[in-house]
C-alpha cells in the first residue's frame, strides 16, 4: 500500500503566502509524476501543478508566476510553493503521484488540505 500525508494548509490573507507538503510512503519502487491539484466549491477539480522524475514541470495558468512546484526524490516529497495568493485560489488541495509499486504503475490520492485566502 501507499500512503500520501499532506500538510501546510490553512488561512492566509490575500497576497500571503504557504508552503504545502506531501510525503509518500509505502510500497514504492519510484515515482513517475508527482502533482498538485485543487477543488473548489461547486467546481471540478483540477490540477494545479506537475513535475515528472526529470524535472520538468507544467503549471496551471491561473498560478505561473505565483506558484512553484518542487520534489526532493530521496524523500518522495512533494512540495507547492504559493505565494501571492488570491481569494480564487481558495481550494481543497490534493497531492497526487504516478508510483510503480512492483507490479504496475498507478496513481495516488491525499487526503486533501484545506486553503483558504481571505480578502
Known amino acids: 500500500q501507499v500512503q500520501l500525508v499532506e500538510s501546510g494548509g490553512g488561512l492566509v490573507q490575500a497576497g500571503g503566502s504557504l508552503k504545502l507538503s506531501c510525503a509518500a510512503s509505502?510500497?514504492?519502487?519510484?515515482?513517475?509524476?508527482m502533482g498538485w491539484y485543487r477543488q473548489a466549491p461547486g467546481k471540478q477539480r483540477e490540477l494545479v501543478a506537475h513535475?515528472?522524475?526529470?524535472?520538468?514541470?507544467n503549471y496551471a495558468d491561473s498560478v505561473k508566476g505565483r506558484f512553484t512546484i518542487s520534489r526532493d526524490n530521496a524523500k518522495n516529497t512533494v512540495y507547492l510553493q504559493m505565494s501571492s495568493l488570491k481569494p480564487e485560489d481558495t481550494a481543497v488541495y490534493y497531492c497526487?503521484?504516478?508510483?510503480?509499486?512492483?507490479?504496475?504503475?498507478?496513481?495516488?490520492w491525499g487526503q486533501g488540505t484545506q486553503v483558504t485566502v481571505s480578502s
Open positions: 497526487n503521484i504516478l508510483a510503480y509499486s512492483g507490479s504496475l504503475y498507478r496513481h495516488y
Open positions: 509505502g510500497s514504492i519502487f519510484s515515482i513517475n509524476a
Open positions: 513535475i515528472i522524475s526529470g524535472g520538468s514541470t
